[in-house]
């Protein structure tokens, strides 16, 4: 069966949401050898993320000016005012 059709069969057949078959379909699929980790329909997807202790409206006002934001990514994420 194709990706849509595992989907459309796990949504069906077992009542669960569309995203928890999103889920169980990709990782059968990587189990199986079908799918590479990290890869998508169109190509491959690879993602980090940063927690920074930092009031919002801070981070906000860094991120949405960029001769701040750019101050600070060369700072190594450190908030200088």
């Known amino acids: 069966m194709s990706h849509k059709e595992i989907v459309r069969h796990m949504h069906e057949e077992y009542q669960i949401s569309s995203w928890w078959s999103?889920?169980?379909?990709?990782?059968?699929?990587?189990?199986?050898?079908l799918r590479k980790k990290h890869k998508r329909p169109d190509g491959y997807s690879i993602?980090?993320?940063?927690?920074?202790?930092v009031p919002i409206n801070v981070l906000y006002d860094f991120w949405n000016d960029d001769s701040k934001g750019g101050k600070w990514l060369i700072q190594g994420g450190q908030f200088q005012k």
């Not at 999103?22 to 050898?33: D, F, M, S």
């Not at 993602?47 to 202790?53: A, E, N």
């Open 47 to 53: 993602s980090i993320s940063k927690v920074v202790s």
């Open 22 to 33: 999103q889920i169980v379909t990709v990782t059968y699929e990587q189990k199986k050898g």
